[in-house]
């Protein structure tokens, strides 16, 4: 059974540019949440996407976007980079609404120069 | 607004001596508390779930438990393989009932020696 999958692994980009990360959730689920953790900080909520649609979204600007698609993979997007940007970022992904355990890929380690 | 201050930052510990992380949150209405295990370089792995004060859960040398306020992560004899960060993470009822975002603390860093 696949877990969540991530790429690109690492990406390097300069200030000014756009990136474009992609996600494949786990097996079986309909739901994807984004997430940035910068070093030594715990992850910090992006947004989430069910049944092709942005459902909740955390303080980040609209330089952040997203997209889901009918397999329920994803893709997130930044524009405009900033060095503040450089993070890991982190794809999980669930079952459905209500309390559920939200399984992590291995993120995407992006450095922005 | 949602918060999760985890304790200590950094914990160093010798093979076999027991201690407990704090993970201390306000929320207006939890629906559950989880708890990752990091690795360097790598995602969260999910451990546990808890979802109302007095529930406990075990796993091999961890035990998580819950309060009103807090949770407590419990390693009983660790051995160096436990080193990793420790996050915790929570799920509130707010404005918007139709997400499941999780609001993390900082995780705290564990350090197990031989």
């Known amino acids: 059974d696949a877990g969540v999958t991530q790429s690109p692994t690492h990406l390097i980009k300069t200030r000014g540019q756009q990136v474009t990360l992609r996600c494949s959730p786990k097996?079986?689920?309909?739901?994807v949440s984004w997430y940035q953790q910068a070093l030594g900080q715990g992850p910090q909520f992006i947004f989430q996407y069910y049944e092709e649609e942005e459902r909740q979204r955390g303080n980040f600007p609209d330089r952040f976007s997203g997209h889901q698609f009918p397999n329920y993979s994803s893709e997130l997007n930044v524009n405009a980079l900033l060095l503040g940007d450089s993070a890991l970022y982190l794809c999980a992904s669930s079952l459905g609404a209500g309390v559920r355990e939200q399984f992590f890929g291995p993120g995407t380690r992006l450095t922005v120069l | 607004e949602d918060q999760v201050t985890q304790s200590p930052e950094a914990l160093r510990l010798q093979e076999g001596e027991s201690s407990s992380l704090n993970c201390s949150y306000t929320v207006s209405g939890l629906r559950g508390l989880f708890w990752y295990r990091q690795d360097p370089g790598k995602g969260p792995e999910f451990l546990f779930t808890?979802?109302?004060a007095g529930e406990e859960k075990e796993k091999e040398r961890l035990k998580a438990t819950l309060t009103k306020k807090e949770s407590f992560l419990h390693i009983t004899a660790p051995k160096p393989e436990d080193s990793a960060t420790y996050l915790c993470?929570?799920?509130?009822?707010?404005?918007?009932?139709?997400?499941?975002?999780?609001?993390f603390g900082g995780g705290t860093r564990l350090m197990v020696k031989p």
């Open positions: 097996s079986g689920h309909d739901t």
């Open positions: 993470a929570v799920q509130a009822f707010g404005n918007n009932n139709a997400g499941n975002m999780l609001t």
């Open positions: 808890l979802y109302s």
